[in-house]
Nanobody, 115 residues
Framework: QVQLVESGGGLVQAGGSLRLSCVASGSISSINAMGWYRQAPEKQRDVVATISRGGRRHYAGSVAGRFTIFRDSAENTVYLQMNSLKSEDTAVYYC?????????WGQGTQVTVSS
């Protein structure tokens, strides 16, 4: 089992920045990739960014160039640096981890961007 705990959400003005953190604990060796998803009210949960064990990154088109996913392996932590935030980035952000599928999810952290 893997436990994921997110932090760093909050309220920010449009154009501002936030950094989300996700700390993983438990069976860390089973994880091949970690990522961030988000879900806005009445919308489906969509991928934001992912990072593989080998360091390969993938970004949704809507955040490419504004968001950066990176990790601190020593701390078992994955971060999402969000810059130039827009009102449409408002959502609950979830950390995910897994081997071949997203097996584990965090509880989510709210990000609200005011225009």
């Amino acid at each position: 089992q893997v436990q994921l705990v997110e932090s760093g959400g909050g309220l920010v003005q449009a154009g501002g920045s936030l950094r989300l953190s996700c700390v993983a604990s438990g069976s860390i060796s089973s994880i091949n990739a970690m990522g961030w998803y988000r879900q806005a009210p009445e919308k489906q949960r969509d991928v934001v960014a992912t990072i593989s064990r080998g360091g390969r990154r993938h970004y949704a088109g809507s955040v490419a160039g504004r968001f950066t996913i990176f990790r601190d392996s020593a701390e078992n932590t994955v971060y999402l640096q969000m810059n130039s935030l827009k009102s449409e980035d408002t959502a609950v952000y979830y950390c995910a981890a897994g081997s071949s599928t997203w097996d584990y999810w965090g509880q989510g952290t709210q990000v609200t961007v005011s225009s």
